[in-house]
């Protein structure tokens, strides 16, 4: 949204920047950087500084003026799965990349999101692979972008080699591999990683794992599990088969939020997509191929 607007209800006169920095969670950036915008603070229609007083039932209107960077591309598409004036959850589809970069110019979820939004930046406060599908929320301005970061709980579905066992933890540092600016790998001076999981599906070829993060490393989840031997389907870099699947079978499929404005707490629920579905399904689907064959 171009504005927030809030309505003084303190008992006593407070500072503007007491009223807006205590449970209304403006941060101290985004004071400073309106405070340098032409109207970019407003009470009651008249420009006021951080330091002036405010009092019950005054209007407070903060004027974002956004810019936006990526150019619009109306020919993509994303479902959304929620959304409000503070924010928008996108089902980012597999192979769409979240942010523009060399060789991924026109064609990511900033692009769409231009499209949607021309008067607003791109803000997304979680962010997935290129190749990972699901969910991804994406901040409609600072001050929503501030209250959101780092309270999302996401739960991501994944799709492995092999048999895992029914539920585990891996506890394994995680670095850059030496001399490569992509390739992450388990390693003791690395940071600390954990990753929990359970196996809610498996079909003797492959496992599909319900996992929550406790930490948020680069490529975690695709480490992890090939450090354990149980790399993702489809996942090439780390080792995992791309017999069955193109992609890593990896998908953000829950997300759960307090709505900046609200405090309402807001989950949003992605299915699983049918790649990955196939992948449990193929040992069946082989096991009724050759009776049909025996049979004949």
């Given amino acids: 949204m171009a504005e927030l607007r809030f309505i003084v209800d303190t008992e006593q006169p407070v500072s503007l920047k007491t009223f807006l920095r205590g449970r209304n969670g403006v941060s101290a950036r985004l004071l400073a950087k309106l405070k340098h915008r032409e109207g970019g603070i407003t009470c009651n229609g008249e420009t006021i500084r951080s330091i002036d007083t405010v009092r019950a039932g005054d209007v407070i209107v903060l004027d974002m003026g956004e810019n936006v960077a990526a150019e619009p591309n109306p020919s993509l598409y994303a479902a959304i799965a929620y959304e409000n004036e503070s924010l928008v959850v996108f089902d980012k589809p597999a192979g769409m990349p979240v ?11 900033a692009n769409y999101f231009a499209y ?11 962010r997935l692979d290129k190749d990972t599908s699901g969910l991804c929320l994406v901040a409609k301005d600072a001050h ?19 048999i895992t066992d029914e539920a585990g933890t891996i506890d394994a540092p995680i670095a850059r591999e030496q001399e490569s600016v992509i390739l992450r ?7 600390p990683a954990v990753t929990h999981y359970r196996r809610i599906a498996c079909n003797g070829r492959y496992s599909l794992l319900e996992i929550r993060l406790e930490t948020g490393r680069t490529h975690q989840i695709r480490v992890h599990f090939a450090h354990i031997g149980h790399p993702l389907a489809g996942d090439d870099m780390y080792g995992g088969s791309t017999a ?13 939020f307090a709505l900046p404005l609200t405090g309402r ?20 689907q082989t096991a009724a191929t050759t ?4 049979d004949r």
């Fill in 99 to 109: 942010h523009e970069s060399h060789g991924h110019r026109g064609d990511t979820l």
């Fill in 116 to 126: 949607l939004y021309p008067e607003l930046s791109f803000r997304p406060v979680n």
């Fill in 144 to 162: 929503a972008a501030n209250l959101l970061q780092g309270s999302c709980e996401k739960v991501y579905f994944a799709a492995v080699d092999g």
């Fill in 185 to 191: 790998c388990v390693r003791s001076d690395g940071r």
């Fill in 244 to 256: 069955d699947i193109a992609r890593q079978a990896l998908h953000c499929g829950r997300l759960t």
């Fill in 265 to 284: 707490e807001v989950t949003a629920e992605s299915e699983l997509p049918e790649d990955i579905r196939n992948l449990l399904e193929l040992r069946a």
């Fill in 291 to 294: 009776a049909h064959l025996l």
